[in-house]
């Protein structure tokens, strides 16, 4: 009788290996031709999970930041203040450059310019989905903190411009050196705060 396998368990796996990969080695040095061979796996079973190289590695970085955006979750329940509760909802961009997460950093940094190929509908939709996060997360902020009367009532429409903002800080921490990503951030909040504050 031939073996079940179960595709989660699967896909696990392999993200997993892949991670290893990653970190040993970089994005940039990987052959996924060695890497199925690495697997005991056919070509073909592996094209089942993952049709290229970029979408095994989108999973990767999906899998492994599930973790920044759960904890992201809990913290910005706990904040009570609109700063706090931003500052909690762009702390992913913080938890990169933490020590303790250099590696995931490296890769974010490796397999920034994949994010940038539009053409690839996989990579599209986890862009879209990222972005879908943040803006639902930040109206939900954005309306908590209208609901108490702290915010004007028309402070939704600085949402995008936010969420550029925070966005282009990040990059350029990556372009620039000594950008002191954490210090921009927290001015830039707490700036927004006092411009919407009713």
Known sequence: M????????KIDFICEKAYEEFIANGVNNFSLNKFIKSLNM??????????????????VIDRKSEKFFINTEK????????????????????VLSDPENESFDKLMKDTFYMYLNIENEFIKQKNAECYDYLFSTTNKIFDEMIAKELLKENAHKFIP???????????QSMILENYDLKKNLIDYIKMLEDLLKK
């Open 42 to 59: 056919s070509k073909g079973q592996f094209y089942h999970y993952f049709k290229t190289k970029e979408e095994l590695t989108f999973e």
């Open 161 to 171: 411009s936010l969420i550029a903002t925070a966005d282009g800080m990040y990059l």
């Open 2 to 9: 031939p073996k079940i396998v179960n595709p989660t368990e």
């Open 75 to 94: 913290e910005i329940y706990k904040a009570n203040t609109f700063s706090e509760k931003l500052l909690a909802l762009f702390s992913f961009y913080l």
